[in-house]
């Protein structure tokens, strides 16, 4: 008799962690494999007898509460990830942080004062931050975030080069317009939403990572533009950094990959509501707590350098120092609360973050040695690191993803406000006091009511 055995062994998929592979079939966890045996026995004189046995097939499905809510690929989601970063630093740490590096250049050669210089951000996004926020949401939850992303990358790189020519107020005005609209068009907002899309379990780190982008922006672009002011001048480093926006983030946005239709996890649900959302008073509390930290953020940053190299009379080497310092230790805010928000309720993240913020304050506007400054700048700079990346990460804790582009666009318009007229307020303040003490006042009381607000908010994660 003669036997013929043949073994077929197939493992289908594992999907792990945050990242689905390919073709796998509807299960948040699944393992398939199957085997088949064939026998085929004959025996002399007799007819063939074939016997065809499926010893087993077995399906396995977990129901991990972190599996993520699409199906992708790995290196599609890495991708996500790493372009996140690079737009970040860009429009953010070189676009947004790196301006206020120029405002003294300005007030020495234009005779501007700190109140007009600060208010091109302010008057700028008190235009584009309503009008074009909630437009901007609704575009990236109809459309997704890459289409966004390239008209933000386009509009911040042509800020700059025209700011880089610009000797007139009213110019400076126009071009500061441009750079807000690119910052609602292609900074946080549309990146928050590609990652809360793309990372689940893992979302905090994803977002702490691609935030390093502001960060390394934000602590390079001082010592960038300290060499390119050296050797070319202030107003061609400008346009060459604008240019750079533009040649670094395109391609890398022009390949990006949107993320899969979301797949609900868990029993079904009814669809999110925004109208429900505004009835929530979470809603409120969560907006006000961000304007406020925001505002503490934005007028301290803007203000820093005016402080340190028109009235400390700092050099440009030392104040970039400064600078580079604060942002440096915003990496590792980042990476801290990114961490803590996938382990603890991010309402204490939030918090955390917003005491951080209050307690460096007043230590860079009144501290008197460089010790204290700089024990400051690194207080202050973990706080800065953790403000702008915990706030989507709450609001997917509280509302979900279904409507988070939209709720982003709400929220983060009115943070856009008080972005802009922080930094505004505290350089009137300046002008008509002749110091920054009753400016340092305010910032602080402004961080601790953003505390209060969150105090308010729930502890508990949400249940899909």
């Known amino acids: 008799m003669r036997t013929i055995e043949f073994l077929f062994f197939q493992r289908i998929c594992r999907v792990e962690g945050d990242y689905t592979v390919e073709g796998c079939f509807d299960a948040k966890s699944f393992r398939i494999e199957s085997w088949v045996t064939l026998h085929l026995m004959t025996g002399a004189g007799s007819d063939g007898e074939a016997a065809r046995s499926l010893s087993t097939c077995q399906l396995s499905s977990e129901d991990d509460a972190s599996a993520p809510p699409y199906f992708g690929k790995r290196h599609e989601a890495y991708q996500a990830g790493a372009t996140a970063f690079v737009v970040l630093f860009c429009i953010v740490g070189v676009a947004l942080w790196g301006l206020p590096f120029y405002y003294d250049f300005m007030v020495q050669q234009f005779g501007w004062t700190r109140a007009q210089v600060t208010s091109g951000n302010a008057l700028s996004k008190l235009v584009v931050g309503p009008v074009f926020g909630f437009l901007a949401g609704w575009a990236i939850d109809r459309f997704g975030p890459r289409r966004m992303m390239l008209i933000g990358i386009l509009m911040a790189g042509f800020a700059l080069v025209g700011l880089g020519w610009t000797s007139s107020l009213s110019v400076f005005y126009l071009f500061y317009f441009f750079n807000a609209l690119g910052y609602v068009c292609g900074g946080p907002l ?33 010592w960038i533009s300290h060499v390119l002011v050296q050797h070319f001048g202030w107003q061609a480093a400008l346009r060459i950094l604008g240019f750079s926006i533009v040649v670094i983030s395109i391609p890398l946005a022009l390949l990006l990959k949107e993320p899969p239709e ?34 503490a953020v934005s007028g301290t940053q803007q203000n820093l350098k005016l402080l340190l190299t028109l009235d400390r009379h700092f050099t440009q080497r030392d104040a970039a120092s400064v600078l580079s310092l604060v942002l440096a230790f915003s990496i590792a805010g980042r990476l801290l609360m990114g961490w803590l928000a996938d382990r603890i309720s991010k309402k204490y993240v939030m918090l955390l973050t917003y005491f951080l913020v209050a307690a460096g304050i007043p230590l860079l506007f009144l501290g008197t040695s460089r010790l204290v400054l700089y024990a400051s700048a690194a207080i202050f700079g973990i706080g800065l690191g953790g403000d702008y990346m915990i706030i989507p990460l709450m609001t997917a804790e509280i509302f979900g993803i279904e409507i988070l582009g939209r709720l982003l666009g709400v929220i983060l318009t009115a943070g856009g406000i008080a972005e802009a007229g922080a930094p505004w307020l505290i350089g009137r303040l300046r002008d008509a006091t002749g110091s920054y003490s009753e400016s340092c006042v305010v910032l602080v009381a402004i961080a601790l009511l953003g505390g209060v607000a969150v105090l308010g908010l729930p502890a508990r994660r949400r249940v899909a």
């Open 190 to 222: 549309p990146n928050q939403v590609l990652l809360t899309r793309w990372f689940d379990r893992s979302r905090g780190k994803a977002m702490g990572f691609a935030y390093l982008g502001i960060g390394l922006g934000g602590a390079t672009v001082p």
């Open 262 to 295: 979301t797949r609900r996890t868990g029993a079904p649900s009814k669809p999110a509501s925004l109208n429900a959302a505004f009835k929530q008073t979470s809603l409120y509390l969560l907006t006000l707590g961000s304007m406020c930290s925001i505002a």
